[in-house]
């Protein structure tokens, strides 16, 4: 099996425990800050295990390295909570696909702070997106029983894909650093940072609310990581982009078939629209063919 094959099984593996994600969360019945909290928490003790497997631990890392990995962690974990937050709101399928803006946000952060040109064809696209939103917004009053908050929850995973931005950023910054080395640093951030917010005193009681958090840290976390880490190294960056976009496409399938939550046509186009543009956005399409110089 060539690296190309093995690549492409890979992300497509790591992509589709990702779509899974929101069924994991809302099934363990448990608050968001808890949840997280321990995907952290389970997630750390994998990544541990993994680091210290790869020989990882060996070398200490520089204290710019870890601040920035810190930094870029704090940033993953309010995007997790943000994202998990939005599921019982929006639910899994409109959550995930506003949170597909991400590649916006990269380009609005790449156009205000490292002078990167908006071209025509990313404005196009970010129109298209844009236009998505604004049908998906424009079905809450028929939208039903998707939620508690509807609107909220779209704002919640609008804020999740600007954190989700604000920790690439950084992470950009970081090249060089083994990239298990980096997620073990942001999920022992996560710890750190909602260990005052879970609920400690009140631990689940049952096995299967700790099988749901313990998948969520150790599956989703940590294999989920070395799956994606392992093809990244081995595909092209366009190949990469298009496996990426199992995640949303299994998200949306677990949310109809687990919860049978049915989209209206706006929704459906909204959220067809957003994916594309944000496919167009990270494969590179262009929409305008250039003129030869004369």
Known sequence: MNDTVRGTIEMSAAMAILGTIGWFVIMSGQPIMDVVFWRCAFGALTLLVICAGLGLLRNGLPLRVIGLAALGGAAIVINWVLLFSAFSRASISIATAVYNTQPFMLVGFGALFFAERLTLT????????????????????????VGT?????????????????????????????????????????GVVMLAPFANLSHLPADPWSWAMLATLGIVHTGLMYILMYGAIQKLPTHLQGSLSFIYPVVAILVDVTAFGHRLHLSEIVGAAAILIAAAGMNLGWTLWRSRAPA
């Not at 990313?122 to 029983?145: E, H, N, R, S």
């Not at 609107?151 to 992470?171: D, N, R």
């Open 149 to 189: 908050n509807y609107f909220a929850g779209i704002l919640m995973a609008l804020a999740a894909a600007f954190f989700w931005a604000v920790a690439a950023i950084v992470t950009k910054k970081l090249k060089g650093t083994p990239p298990h080395l980096i997620a073990l640093i942001q999920v022992c951030v």
């Open 122 to 145: 990313k404005l196009t696209w970010l129109t298209i997106a844009f236009a998505g939103m604004v049908l998906i917004v424009g079905a809450a009053p028929d939208a039903g029983d």
